[in-house]
């Protein structure tokens, strides 16, 4: 087992009045560790830092981050680093101080089993929406209820994710992954313009598809582009890529060449 590292204190503990607790304001990243080294450092802080500029936190030290996961990660040499950023105690009310004291909360568990072959899943369509807001979208900001109650409505142990729709109809991502389908040779994601994650292994897919010259666009997408594809599969920062195999009533898919390409890449990269 990991650390638990709050404030680089080990086993440390959280004020009552934290603002995370009280009212989600805050940020995370859950991060894959291999070898001892958090996979796609330097991406996990760029989102971070880019989205603690827009809730106008205090900028993070990467260098002091870096190294309080390294400690959380303990002897393990492979894992998940979670990483929370919140804006620190404060008064009473929804009103942030001014001039905040940033709670750092990292710690680190066990990573699953590996499979020798990529996992293809059989996922559901949600019946609980993501609320737009574009001042919002991108981040992983600590506010999750939404994704908390999706996750609420199967028990099917067959089914390993479920797919969520933007209040106007489209879809996004799913509970906690990017979705990707593959339609005339070509690979498209959901556009993330006022709600959903910008995820790490998103754009870690996107500049792979660039670099294979493997054609790709972000735009709006109904269910019927998932309908008319040949290939789909998620994505995100611990699992990497995952084929999807059938969306209940909806479709299924075989685990197509562009996705294996993909999954090869990153396998030789190091980044998945």
């Not at 998940?80 to 568990?109: C, F, H, M, Q, W």
Request: net charge neutral; glycine share 12%.
């Amino acid at each position: 087992m990991g650390r638990r590292l709050v404030n680089g204190v080990d086993g440390g503990g959280i004020a009552a009045d934290d603002r995370g607790l009280h009212y989600g304001d805050g940020l995370f990243e859950t991060m894959a560790a291999v070898g001892g080294r958090v996979r796609n450092f330097a991406l996990h802080m760029a989102r971070l830092a880019e989205s603690c500029r827009r809730l106008r936190f205090p900028p993070p030290d990467i260098e002091l981050l870096e190294t309080e996961c390294r400690h959380a990660l303990g002897e393990q040499s492979s894992g998940v680093v979670k990483l929370v950023l919140t804006r620190g105690p404060g008064p009473r009310g929804y009103r942030p101080p001014d001039e905040p004291n940033v709670t750092r909360v990292i710690t680190a568990s066990a990573a699953r089993p590996a499979h020798t072959a990529p996992e293809a899943l059989t996922v559901r369509l949600c019946d609980t929406r993501l609320g737009q807001n574009p001042a919002l979208a991108g981040m992983k900001h600590l506010n999750r209820l939404e994704q908390v109650m999706a996750c609420k409505e199967w028990s099917d142990p067959a089914v390993g994710e479920g797919l969520m729709l933007s209040m106007d109809g489209r879809l996004v991502s799913g509970t906690a992954a990017n979705l990707f389908v593959v339609r005339d040779g070509r690979l498209e994601t959901p556009a993330i313009r006022d709600c959903g994650v910008a995820g790490v292994m998103r754009q870690v897919v996107l500049h792979a598809a660039h670099d294979l010259g493997i054609a790709s666009a972000e735009l709006d997408m109904g269910l019927e582009v998932v309908t008319t594809a040949t290939e789909v599969f998620l994505t995100n920062a611990v699992a990497g890529i995952r084929p999807v195999r059938a969306l209940v009533g909806h479709g299924e898919w075989p685990l197509g060449p562009l996705t294996l390409r993909l999954i090869e890449r990153l396998a030789t990269t190091g980044e998945a």
